[in-house]
């Protein structure tokens, strides 16, 4: 299952690569490589994604897997932001499978900043995949400093809630994984 994994994975990245859109423009917001840390997402066990222009990130997962038990992943992303520009988290989509009862747990913020703890009880009784979606820019209006790039954090943990439950944030289907988006603004002077 692992070696399918990793071909999936590795076709995907490279259909990703041979799509002809343009690479990043330093005028424009996007975003940079992350650095992914976590029990559930320890080094060489995430692929990511980042469409040609910058714009979106995805993350999949080979072990964000509590069966039972809790995890947590947390992700440093740099975002470049030309002059005259701020960004802010707008939404972030986490998808996995869950059986029984558990907890999806993440922040959102800027270097230095914090925001609240989002919590979601999932379950499912037979077990089904999961789909949360976060719309971030009623919960916060944080902004970035005008023309400085920044780091954004998220931080996650999966946890359940007895012992006969399971949850994942994976890439087993390649549907499963997290996708970020931003928007940005013209600063106010």
Known sequence: MKIFNTLMVGTVLAVIAQTTVAAPNKNT??????????SGCPAGSSEFVITPDGSTL???????????????CS???PVHIPNGFQVSNMT???RGFVKGRAELRRSYFFAGNRTPTLKTQLYKRHGDDY?????????TESWSRCG??????INSRIRTKDRYSNIS??????SNGVVFHLQYRRCHN
């Open 75 to 77: 992700i440093a992303l």
């Open 148 to 153: 400085q790039d920044v780091n954004m954090r």
């Open 92 to 94: 972030a989509d986490f």
């Open 58 to 72: 995805s993350i999949l997962f080979d072990n964000y897997i509590a069966e039972p038990g809790n995890k947590s």
């Open 169 to 174: 944030v994976d890439s087993l289907d390649l």
């Open 29 to 38: 917001v996007y975003f940079k490589d992350p650095a992914i840390a976590g």
């Open 131 to 139: 789909i949360v979606r976060d719309n971030l820019m009623p919960m």
